[in-house]
């Protein structure tokens, strides 16, 4: 958050106040931290989401957001949510997967579905199926709130694996990203490096034992129940295990494979799609200035202000050294890169050279991107490592930014397209 002067904080406070809140400092948190504009917008939104008043319970939130994550097999963002469902009192019957929850839940597989890896194919009919009035039917504020939350959690389960955070979360933190906070300071360090007290520092640590005593207690409550209602299955245990890392979180996660249904389900090429069953979506004629906006903020209050900042922010992130080795302006790299992702979901820029985007990005660089946008379990450290030896460290983080926000855009454009159909039609 801005101070007086306009100035960002410094990453390490947005790192104590992350670590007061939840006890541990992730590794999206500290990746993010190289661009601290951007982390405070990304912290904000994402606290709203799931944890401020809003159309759905806290607990659906973080099962809509396990569902999502599962389409990428991601399993960072799973053990994050599974821990934050069982916080919220969600039922733990809910986690041995798809088949054990509500019909009004299980009813948004599709939609999470088609807009994980085809969000093209999203229509009206789509979003009237779940609206329709029954015993398990949505509201249209409901069902704005979920979407966001599957776009945010599609879009960031790249973020996290184009990063290497997914990687962090195996043995040994194989991870491509180091695991200090800009500034090759530990943690500690940083904090008390900058007026934050001792007191602050032993709160935040025995906030950190809590959590894992608490762990720990939701470990042993799943297991029981998990034993109680298999019996003698054969089957694999809900959470395995206890593998930590670094930072005291369990890393084993469920099989996700309970969470998906239609698994082969995944990304096409637009290009060649069924010329005659989809159109390419013109921002001309459904942008998310003029009409997502709107809309969403309509029916989510805020929603909407907290994330276009977010998409402001990641805009206005300066990439000077990135454009500079391609002789342009930064506007037009990131610019670049940001189309390039959308052409990817079939949104054009009728005022775009398309063949601009052969001159900016280097065939490697088009690659990681294309791999970590539209199957980004399929990344592993060494793309990251490899793709533009020159970039430096925050460069590359930067990238991954602007493959996290166009991606959420791309997603959010296409449903909020189809629920503004059905509310006209």
Request: proline residues 4%.
């Amino acid at each position: 958050m801005s101070g007086g002067g306009g100035e960002p904080e410094r990453p390490q406070f947005l790192f104590v106040k992350a670590l007061a809140s939840r006890g541990r400092l992730e590794a999206v948190t500290q990746q993010m931290g190289y661009h601290p504009r951007y982390l405070d917008s990304f912290l904000k939104t994402q606290h709203y989401l799931l944890h401020m008043d809003g159309p759905l319970p806290f607990d659906c939130r973080h099962y809509i957001a396990i569902m999502a994550a599962a389409r990428h097999r991601c399993r960072y963002l799973v053990n994050l949510h599974v821990l934050q469902f069982l916080r919220a009192g969600g039922d733990p019957q809910w986690l041995r997967g798809l088949d054990f929850i509500p019909p009004k839940l299980r009813n948004l597989n599709e939609i999470n579905k088609i807009l994980a890896h085809r969000p093209w194919l999203i229509t009206k009919e789509h979003i009237e199926k779940l609206l329709k009035i029954s015993e398990w039917s949505w509201s249209l504020a409901e069902l704005v709130h979920a979407v966001v939350l599957l776009a945010h959690c599609h879009a960031l389960a790249s973020f996290v694996f184009g990063c290497g955070c997914e990687q962090e979360e195996g043995a040994g933190g194989r991870g491509s990203l180091k695991p200090s906070p800009p500034g090759n300071q530990c943690f500690c360090e940083a904090a008390t490096g900058n007026g934050c007290g001792q007191e602050l520092l032993r709160v935040n640590r025995k906030r950190s034992l809590d959590s894992c005593m608490e762990l720990d207690s939701l470990r042993e409550r799943v297991q029981r129940i998990h034993v109680e209602t298999e019996g003698r299955e054969e089957t694999r245990p809900l959470l395995p295990d206890r593998e930590e890392d670094m930072d005291g979180e369990v890393t084993g996660a469920a099989n996700l494979a309970c969470y998906l249904q239609d698994p082969d389900f995944g990304y096409q090429d637009f290009a060649r799609r069924d010329e005659e069953q989809t159109q390419v979506f013109r921002v001309q004629d459904y942008s998310w200035e003029d009409h997502g906006f709107s809309l969403v903020n309509r029916l989510y209050s805020d929603i909407g202000h907290l994330l276009d900042e977010k998409f402001r922010v990641v805009d206005g992130l300066q990439s000077s050294a990135m454009a500079k080795r391609q002789g342009c302006e930064p506007s037009v790299f990131k610019r670049g890169i940001w189309n390039y992702i959308h052409c990817m979901f079939g949104i054009r820029y009728d005022d775009y050279d398309y063949a601009e985007v052969n001159h900016l990005l280097e065939r490697m660089l088009k690659v990681y991107i294309k791999t970590v946008t539209c199957y980004p379990e399929k990344t592993n450290p060494e793309m990251f490592d490899r793709f533009w030896k020159q970039f430096k460290h925050s460069e590359k983080v930067h990238v991954n930014l602007l493959i996290l926000e166009a991606r959420m855009q791309a997603e959010l454009l296409y449903a909020l397209q189809a629920i503004t159909q059905y509310m006209v039609s």
